[in-house]
């Protein structure tokens, strides 16, 4: 019996092979292509699906909303010469264990089992959009082990309301024509965290997108935001106490998180940086990968 889910996996794993293949240059030299580690964290109810590729000090990407681990397929495939690159698909997505609308008070608990699984001594965490939750909750339960933080398109659970803007109604006009323009891009048949630019410029990728999040269609999104944005009440200040070197990546034509927060954010953190790439939607990694994976790569690197 065919399984709707494993269409919509081999339909999104086949565009990328192909997109990757036609942009790949034959080599007269061999190639030889890291390795990959497939495997699932058993946890209470459910299990953990993540994919390791590569070797070196560990990155762990965490996605958004409408990704999974294959989101992170022009990442992977960049630093996985140098660094054990880890992605993982948040409980309830496929391929893990199906249980309904996930609750993202276990999403730190879960990326702590997993880098428990991986016996991993230290980590660098990339974060995207619903990916900060995770990755924000677990650095201000347990922030030992992690030497870099990565928050794109994302403040996680801070609550946005707590953040010190000069103009207090810069975010409540910001929400008003977001929510109109979102609505606008899903009536013209177009993914909002995409955006129109990707959808004009680059309608491949954009398609690959949409296929990548109808693979990951186990439950309502529209319900696990409204829960994500329940449990987003910490207050900013809480961002002081950190000290490892966290970069903020921006779009600047995102329509799904205001950039400005991670403007405002950034120096109420001793050791921390923003980004921001022009004429660039909610998904920055996906979008711009070339201009993404440079920031990243650069800051890793004085990182260490």
């Known amino acids: 019996m065919f399984d709707r889910r494993d269409v919509l996996f081999a339909s999104a794993t086949a565009l990328t092979t192909s997109l990757v293949i036609q942009s790949t240059p034959t080599l007269a030299q061999s190639v030889i292509v890291p390795g990959t580690k497939r495997g699932f964290v058993e946890r209470p109810g459910c299990r953990i699906y993540y994919e ?99 928050l794109t398109s994302t403040c996680g659970s801070i609550d946005r309301a707590s953040v010190p803007l000069a103009d207090p ?31 004009k410029e680059q309608p491949s990728l954009h398609y690959l997108y949409r296929e990548i999040a109808n693979a990951s269609a186990a439950f309502d999104r529209a319900e696990l935001r409204k829960r994500l944005f329940a449990i987003a009440t910490r207050p900013a200040d809480v961002l002081r106490g950190l000290s490892m070197p966290t970069l903020f990546i921006t779009g600047g034509e995102d329509r799904n998180y205001p950039p400005f927060l ?43």
């Open 52 to 150: 390791a590729t590569g070797s070196g000090p560990a990155i762990i990407f965490a996605h958004g909303v409408g990704g999974n681990h294959m989101t992170w397929w022009q990442q992977v495939a960049h630093f996985s010469d140098r660094y054990t690159c880890i992605a993982f698909s948040h409980r309830g997505y496929p391929p893990g264990s199906e249980i309904g609308i996930p609750d993202p008070k276990d999403y730190a608990g879960d990326l702590a089992a997993l880098i428990k699984h991986l016996q991993l001594p230290d980590v660098r965490l990339v974060a995207q959009s619903m990916g900060g939750w995770t990755c924000l909750e677990y650095v201000l339960k347990d922030p030992r082990k992690v030497r870099a933080l990565v």
């Open 169 to 199: 109604n810069r975010l409540n006009e910001w929400d008003r024509m977001a929510d109109a323009a979102r609505a606008d891009m899903v009536r013209r048949g177009i993914s909002p965290p995409a955006g129109e630019r990707m959808a």
């Open 262 to 304: 991670s403007e405002a954010l950034a120096p109420m953190m001793p050791n921390a940086k923003v980004e921001q790439v022009p004429e660039t939607g909610h998904s920055v990694y996906f979008q711009r990968p070339e201009i993404y994976n440079r920031l990243v790569g650069d800051f890793l690197l004085r990182v260490g």
